[in-house]
């Protein structure tokens, strides 16, 4: 039943402190220049505003020096998939929507703007965004359901000319990795010598999945709903066939418990349960990554009886793997130098960056991955990804 303005007491709201922070919005549009008397007004808009516009229409480039489009970010969602939510629609994402953009500008000082959109066709979501691009430096996707997200970014990214960047798979994935090349080397190891399990085959768990092969995993097998992807298993949708084809070299079947018998890695993106007795199970030295929110795949405290390194999701335990370590550096990394894509490349400079925040004599198991307010996050992330699309020959800059 839909709630009316009738139904519910915006007072009664306000004595819980998330409904107070968040009425009104967490978000507003400032000027930059000064409107003071008409020939301000003049200069700001008709007629001085003709220049610019005709300059913008014999040149278009120049849009980036004289709007505000270079350093501006679409944050957009049709509210399939939002948090643990599941699909609550575009009206009710919006929240996320507002707090995304709040944290674009707290960490790397970009600007972003919320759009949720009432379409989940793909075809009808791609039209849209691609549409509404001309107005943005980058299009950031937020809480679109796999596998429908896979296909939407790909489209886009082949359509548009400003980085496109689905910040569920590749921002999750980017800390991952950094969380996880710290992990391995306070154990003594490479990632080269470790094999890993992932529970879950949505948006991050396939990203993550993708970085780590990228980044020379030794093997990784990838569990969904119906167990471990496998070649020959029936019923794979196409991503899921792609990850059956380059992971679980060791052809390992059954469920994600069983594959973690004499595993070194766990990576929990599935919202299920693990046993303390097969996190027990797995090698000396193993590292838990326990992501689901709120709830763990396993307790942070039962996995710490068995595992050397623990991270979860969450804020109230050691090694949160936060997004926001990895997207607002990233954009402001590739806005920076007007980069017409984000690279594979450029994702895994980002997470060494990040990795290397955490010096030497910082490393502990409490302590792989840095705090989202570690003021060395966003510029270190910021100078690998320019860096890296330089390298990449996707800079314009």
Same mark, same amino acid.
């Given at each position: ?180 090349? @710290?992990? %391995?080397? *306070?154990? #003594?190891?490479?990632?080269?010598? +470790? ?6 085959? &949505?948006? $991050? !768990? ?41 992971? @679980?070299? %060791?052809? *390992?079947? #059954?469920?994600?418990?069983?594959? +973690? ?6 990576? &929990?993106? $599935? !919202? ?126």
């Amino acid at each position: 039943m839909a709630v009316t303005p009738s139904s519910i007491s915006l007072e009664a709201l306000d004595l819980d402190p998330a409904f107070a922070l968040h009425r009104g919005g967490k978000l507003e549009i400032r000027s930059t220049v000064p409107v003071r008397n008409a020939d301000d007004l003049a200069l700001a808009y008709t007629p001085g505003v003709a220049k610019v516009c005709t300059a913008i229409a014999e040149e278009p480039g120049l849009v980036n020096e004289y709007t505000w489009v270079s350093n501006v970010v679409a944050v957009i969602s049709d509210g399939t998939a939002v948090l643990g939510l599941g699909d609550i629609g575009p009206a009710a994402a919006m929240p996320v929507m507002e707090g995304k953009a709040l944290l674009f500008k707290q960490f790397a000082g970009v600007d972003a703007v919320p759009i949720c959109i009432a379409c989940t066709d793909v075809d009808e979501i791609v039209e849209t965004v691609a549409r509404l691009a001309p107005s943005f430096g980058g299009i950031n996707l937020e809480d679109i359901s796999a596998p429908r997200c896979f296909e939407v970014e790909d489209r886009l990214r082949e359509l548009l000319d400003i980085p496109v960047f689905h910040d569920d798979q590749h921002g999750t994935a980017i800390v991952v990795l950094a969380a996880l090349k @710290n992990a %391995a080397r *306070l154990t #003594g190891r490479s990632l080269g010598d +470790l094999r890993a399990v992932v529970a879950g085959a &949505g948006a $991050s !768990g396939v990203a993550v999945s993708r970085i780590l092969l990228n980044a020379g995993i030794g093997d990784i097998a990838v569990s969904d709903s119906k167990g471990l992807i496998h070649q020959g298993r029936d019923g794979l949708n196409p991503v899921k066939e792609a990850l059956a084809r380059d992971t @679980n070299r %060791a052809a *390992l079947q #059954g469920s994600t418990e069983e594959a +973690l018998a004499g595993a070194d890695v766990f990576v &929990g993106l $599935s !919202g299920s349960t693990v046993s303390e007795e097969a996190v027990a199970s797995m090698a000396p030295g193993s590292i838990v990554f326990a992501l689901s929110n709120p709830t763990p795949e396993v307790h942070p405290e039962v996995a710490r009886r068995h595992a050397q390194v623990v991270a979860t999701g969450r804020s109230d335990f050691p090694n949160q793997i936060n997004n926001v370590l990895a997207f607002p550096g990233v954009f402001r990394g590739a806005l920076d130098v007007r980069a017409s894509t984000i690279t594979e490349n450029m994702k895994v400079a980002a997470a060494e960056a990040l990795a290397a925040v955490v010096g030497g004599d910082e490393l502990s198991a409490d302590y792989v991955i840095p705090s989202a307010f570690d003021e060395r996050v966003a510029p270190a992330v910021v100078a690998a990804v320019a860096a890296q699309a330089r390298a990449d020959g996707v800079a314009r800059l």
